[in-house]
């Protein structure tokens, strides 16, 4: 069993900087790719970004233009993502997903984990 928990959320500026963390503890069977989706009031929960197991390869939603990279230390246990130019449009409650297997990166169904968010609020 897999636990994630992020931290790093707050309220910042339009245009402000900031980097979530998620720490992964348990036992984990088998590698497992990790990623960052997000959830806006009466939105969808909306693919981030994410990285696989050994970090090699990543990949990003189409909202975030070159603003944002995720990275991960395994050695920590740790996935972060850093933030840049943030606007008002990326307020939204972030959580860390982890998954095996993954057929569509982009569809939260197939993620096996989550954490339970962390806030982050964009004043314009």
């Known amino acids: 069993q897999v636990q994630l928990v992020e931290s790093g959320g707050g309220v910042v500026q339009a245009g402000d900087s900031l980097r979530l963390s998620c720490l992964a503890s348990g036992e984990s069977d088998s590698p497992y790719a990790t990623a960052w989706f997000r959830q806006a009031p009466g939105k969808e929960r909306e693919f981030v970004a994410l990285i696989s197991w050994k970090g090699g390869s990543k990949e990003y939603g189409d909202f975030v233009k070159g603003r944002f990279a995720i990275s991960r230390d395994n050695s920590k246990n740790m996935v972060y993502l850093q933030m840049n130019s943030l606007t008002s449009e990326d307020t939204a409650v972030y959580y860390c997903?982890?998954?095996?297997?993954?057929?569509?990166?982009?569809?939260?169904?197939?993620?096996?984990?989550w954490g339970r968010g962390t806030q982050v609020t964009v004043s314009s």
């Open positions: 997903a982890g998954g095996w297997s993954l057929v569509d990166s982009q569809d939260p169904h197939q993620y096996d984990y």
